[in-house]
Every structure is written in structure tokens, then in C-alpha cells.
């Protein structure tokens, strides 16, 4: 089955400055790259996703790339909030969609004011 | 409500007792999702359904664990003769479009403690 490697484990950045995280994956199939955002105590809600017939997708603050060859994708935050403070986690799927994601074990972003 | 709603929230109980989850999903999509969440990792597929046919099962779901969507709405998670590392979070979620393709909604969950 599919194997998702998240990196790092903890991040902590200066308010302002870009983050960035960077997930691993196994199955070459897979197709459906999305990100979730956990707040403490909330649910996981997603803030982007890829699929694999792009390289890159850009939403305000936040990008997502994606190399095919490498089996490699990042998230990448610029211009940091005290808001962005979260558990990230990647995912990947080889059915398109919702079906068969696989999770990774989770990024703790902390936004240093 | 167009979330996915999630009963009870917090349940303490002691090993060996059975417990069950209740989750209601938005509304006429016939996809429902359960998955296991344990402290500091990220959500493990346990389970799928569309409608009331379950499709998919993962090798987490041992036989002390059933899910069931009778009417293919409304689903329960049942536990039975509880362990330890039972302990966890159990949500549920919906394919936030009725098609199923991309985001998953997921609900608040219910978070499991056994004592």
C-alpha cells in the first residue's frame, strides 16, 4: 500500500517568514495530492490540493508543487501569521479523490511572534 | 446542517466494555468515511461506505470493531470488549461533493478513552 513520509515534525518560524513542508510517497499511481490543516482540538480541514497533471497550485498565501518524478510534493507558506499556528498533515491517494487517502504523521507549525 | 455531526464527542469507559459512535453525514451524499486519529499522528482509513454497502475495509479494523450505514444514511462504529490502545479519536467524514472526487469533510469527532 501507499506510504506517506512527512517532514519535519515540528517547525517553528518567525512571524513574517515562509514555511515550508515536504512529504514523500510510495505509489507511483498516486494522483491526489491534498493538505489538511488541524487546529488543537478541531477537526482536519483542507486548505489545498494537487492533482497530478500540475506542477504547481497557488492559493493567496499558500502553494503546493509537486515533482512526479521524485514522488515528492511541499507546502509552502509565505508571509507567516500567528494564525497559521496548526498541525499540517499530507496525504496522498491514487483513486483521484476522497477514496484511499493515505495520511502522513502530521507537521506542528508554530508561528514565533 | 450541511457539516457531518458526530455523538457522543468524549467517551471515557473501562477495557472491556462496548461502545459505539454515531455519525450523521451530509446530507444525500452516499460516500461516509471512518477514520482512527491517535495523538500526534495523522487520520488512519478504517472504513467506507456507499449508501449502505460497505466497500472497504482496512486490516485496523480488527473483528472486535463493526460499522454499519442501514439505511445509507446515518453510521455506527461499534467497539467491542475495549483495549487500551483502543484510545483515540474516531471521525467520520464526507466527501464534501456528492461525486466523491476531493475534499473530504471531516466531522468534530469522538474521542475515545479507555481506562
Known amino acids: 500500500g501507499e506510504n506517506v513520509e512527512q517532514h519535519p515534525s515540528t517547525l517553528s518560524v518567525q512571524e513574517g517568514d515562509s514555511a515550508v513542508i515536504k512529504c514523500t510517497y510510495s505509489?507511483?499511481?498516486?494522483?491526489?495530492f491534498p493538505w489538511y490543516k488541524q487546529e488543537l482540538g478541531k477537526r482536519p480541514q483542507l486548505i489545498i490540493d494537487?492533482?497530478?497533471?500540475?506542477g504547481e497550485k497557488k492559493d493567496q498565501r499558500i502553494a503546493v508543487t509537486l515533482n512526479k518524478t521524485a514522488k515528492h510534493f511541499s507546502l509552502h507558506i509565505t508571509e507567516t501569521q500567528p494564525e497559521d499556528s496548526a498541525v499540517y498533515f499530507c496525504?496522498?491517494?491514487?483513486?483521484?479523490?476522497?477514496?484511499?487517502?493515505?495520511f502522513g504523521k502530521g507537521t506542528h507549525l508554530i508561528i514565533q511572534p | 446542517d450541511t457539516g457531518v455531526s458526530q455523538d457522543p464527542r468524549h467517551k471515557i469507559t473501562k477495557r472491556g466494555q462496548n461502545v459505539t459512535f454515531r455519525c450523521d453525514p451530509i446530507?444525500?451524499?452516499?460516500?461516509l468515511y471512518w477514520y482512527r486519529q491517535t495523538l500526534g499522528q495523522g487520520p488512519e482509513f478504517l472504513t467506507y461506505f456507499q449508501n449502505e454497502a460497505q466497500l472497504e475495509k482496512s486490516r485496523l479494523l480488527s473483528d472486535r470493531f463493526s460499522a454499519e450505514r442501514p439505511k445509507g444514511s446515518f453510521s455506527t462504529l461499534e467497539i467491542q470488549r475495549t483495549e487500551q490502545g483502543d484510545s483515540a479519536m474516531y471521525l467520520c467524514?464526507?466527501?464534501?461533493?456528492?461525486?466523491?472526487?476531493?475534499?473530504?469533510?471531516f466531522g468534530e469527532g469522538s474521542r475515545l478513552t479507555v481506562l
Open positions: 494537487i492533482r497530478s497533471n500540475v
Open positions: 467524514a464526507s466527501p464534501l461533493t456528492a461525486g466523491g472526487t476531493g475534499e473530504l469533510f
Open positions: 446530507s444525500e451524499h452516499n460516500r
Open positions: 505509489d507511483s499511481a498516486s494522483n491526489y
Open positions: 496525504a496522498a491517494s491514487q483513486r483521484g479523490g476522497a477514496d484511499g487517502l493515505t
